[in-house]
């Protein structure tokens, strides 16, 4: 009798760390929208002040946040976005467009 194989694929995580972004600075990622999939730039990776997390709370220690600038054409919309990179495939963020003057249109995803 053969053993049964799992034919489960390894399980990704739901979120993203430093440790996956901080390489891709410079680097491109794909948006998907519902009506288009958009090419945007990591143009900025910070380090948040690093947190002592109390058992059973939520959190992380290393908080961190990205910055992305998109094409003149992109959605300028706030929610939850798929993204995909070949580095780490793909996940769902939470993006806020922000509006610099004279620039096209970025998106800041924060992990607390």
């Given at each position: 009798?053969?053993e049964?194989t799992d034919?489960?694929?390894?399980?990704?995580?739901?979120?993203?760390?430093?440790e996956?972004?901080?390489?891709?600075?410079d680097?491109?990622?794909?948006l998907?929208?519902?009506d288009?999939?958009?090419?945007?730039?990591?143009?900025?990776?910070?380090?948040?002040?690093?947190q002592?997390?109390?058992?059973?709370?939520?959190?992380?220690?290393?908080?961190?946040?990205?910055?992305v600038?998109?094409?003149?054409n992109?959605?300028?919309?706030?929610?939850?976005?798929?993204?995909?990179?070949?580095?780490?495939?793909?996940?769902?963020?939470?993006m806020?467009?922000?509006?610099?003057?004279?620039?096209?249109?970025?998106?800041?995803?924060?992990?607390?």
């Amino acid at each position: 009798m053969t053993e049964p194989t799992d034919t489960k694929e390894e399980e990704k995580p739901l979120t993203l760390e430093l440790e996956d972004i901080e390489p891709l600075l410079d680097q491109e990622l794909t948006l998907h929208f519902d009506d288009c999939d958009i090419n945007v730039t990591i143009i900025e990776v910070k380090r948040g002040k690093k947190q002592v997390i109390p058992k059973g709370m939520l959190g992380r220690e290393q908080p961190f946040s990205f910055v992305v600038r998109g094409p003149e054409n992109c959605p300028n919309q706030q929610g939850n976005f798929r993204v995909s990179h070949p580095s780490f495939g793909e996940r769902i963020i939470f993006m806020v467009p922000i509006y610099p003057e004279n620039d096209p249109v970025r998106y800041q995803i924060v992990f607390n």
